[in-house]
C-alpha cells in the first residue's frame, strides 16, 4: 500500500498551494500522519504531523504558514502551503507516524520560483 500525495507544482514565491493525500481507510483513520519533504541534496525531514484527535505540530521553518489538516470522512491528509520561499522547494511525500517505510509513494514535487 502506498500513499499517494498530489497537488505539486511551480508557483511564485509568496503564492500559496494545498496538497493532497488520499489513504485507505484501515491505514487513515486510527494513525497520526506526516507530511515529509526532501529538497536535493537534503535529507527527507518531518515538517508537520497530525494525531488521530487533529492535535497538530509544526518544524520551525514553516510555522505560521503551513497548515496541516485531516478529513477523516474522506481518509484524506492536506498541507495548506501559504508565503512558499524558494527554499520550500522540495519533493513532499505523506506517511504515518510512526513511518511504514511501505507506505513511500512518489510524491508531489513543489518548486518556488519566480
Known amino acids: 500500500v502506498q500513499l499517494q500525495a498530489s497537488g505539486g507544482g511551480l508557483v511564485q514565491p509568496g503564492r500559496s498551494l494545498r496538497l493532497s493525500c488520499a489513504a485507505s481507510g484501515s491505514i487513515f483513520r486510527l494513525s497520526a500522519m506526516g507530511w515529509f519533504r526532501q529538497a536535493p541534496g537534503k535529507q527527507r525531514e518531518l515538517v508537520a504531523h497530525i494525531t488521530s484527535g487533529g492535535s497538530t505540530n509544526y518544524v520551525d521553518s514553516v510555522k505560521g504558514r503551513f497548515t496541516i489538516s485531516r478529513d477523516n470522512a474522506k481518509n484524506t491528509l492536506y498541507l495548506h502551503m501559504n508565503s512558499l520561499k524558494p527554499e520550500d522547494t522540495a519533493v513532499y511525500y505523506c506517511?504515518?507516524?510512526?513511518?511504514?517505510?511501505?507506505?513511500w509513494g512518489q510524491g508531489t514535487l513543489v518548486t518556488v520560483s519566480s
Open positions: 506517511n504515518t507516524i510512526p513511518i511504514r517505510s511501505a507506505y
